[in-house]
T-cell receptor, first 111, second 113 residues
Framework: QKEVEQNSGPLSVPEGAIASLNCTYS??????FFWYRQYSGKSPELIMS????GDKEDGRFTAQLNKASQYVSLLIRDSQPSDSATYLCAVDSGGYQKVTFGIGTKLQVIP | DTAVSQTPKYLVTQMGNDKSIKCEQN?????MYWYKQDSKKFLKIMFS???????INETVPNRFSPKSPDKAHLNLHINSLELGDSAVYFC????????????FGPGTRLTVT
């Protein structure tokens, strides 16, 4: 069973701080990694995708991938109350379009 | 203009009934998906289609049958509905087959009583 693990939270950070969201996965053959944001009662939104080891930055978001440690993370700089949502990690498993999601980490940004 | 649309938004029905959910995307994407999000908010892929061809068929009961009449549409038909089918069903699309859906529909909340 291919697994993607996340701490369900909630993770509380003060406004302006860096939020660090973590995800581990079990399939060493995974090649594609995704972070989604889901507000309560809404559909998921793709924030970042990462395919190579290292960091990938997009605005206030940075995705970090370490395939050796089977670990992917999402950093949100200058966290805002509007960032409060559940963040879903998704990992390609079994190849071709088959993506497994983690349970999601609920982030609360405190004003 | 809505990118990925689903109808209906809410569906309440009784056990044993048959129902369909329709999905359309106007993004010109090649790949479409159906996901199920259960009461614990766990999101799981059910099916994916690439250019009308079925690519992924997860361990979903064969009461669920997807149909893709063209690249822009992916419908989901469910026979003999059961209580455990109650969930939010999301349609999604992506421009390629990298695996990560880039655009989700608003979801259809299915309640089976």
């Amino acid at each position: 069973q291919k697994e993607v693990e996340q701490n369900s939270g909630p993770l509380s950070v003060p406004e302006g701080a860096i939020a660090s969201l973590n995800c581990t996965y079990s399939d060493r053959g995974s090649q594609s990694f995704f972070w989604y944001r889901q507000y309560s009662g809404k559909s998921p939104e793709l924030i970042m995708s990462i395919y190579s080891n290292g960091d990938k930055e997009d605005g206030r978001f940075t995705a970090q991938l370490n395939k050796a440690s089977q670990y992917v993370s999402l950093l949100i700089r200058d966290s805002q109350p509007s960032d409060s949502a559940t963040y879903l990690c998704a990992v390609d498993s079994g190849g071709y379009q088959k993506v497994t999601f983690g349970i999601g980490t609920k982030l609360q940004v405190i004003p | 203009d809505t990118a990925v649309s689903q109808t209906p938004k809410y569906l309440v029905t009784q056990m044993g009934n048959d129902k369909s959910i329709k999905c359309e995307q106007n993004l010109g994407h090649d790949t479409m998906y159906w996901y199920k999000q259960d009461s614990k908010k766990f999101l799981k892929i059910m099916f994916s289609y690439n250019n009308k061809e079925l690519i992924i068929n997860e361990t979903v009961p064969n009461r669920f049958s997807p149909k893709s009449p063209d690249k822009a549409h992916l419908n989901l038909h469910i026979n003999s509905l059961e209580l455990g089918d109650s969930a939010v069903y999301f349609c999604a699309s992506s421009p390629d087959n990298s695996g990560g859906a880039s655009d989700f529909g608003p979801g259809t909340r299915l309640t089976v009583t």
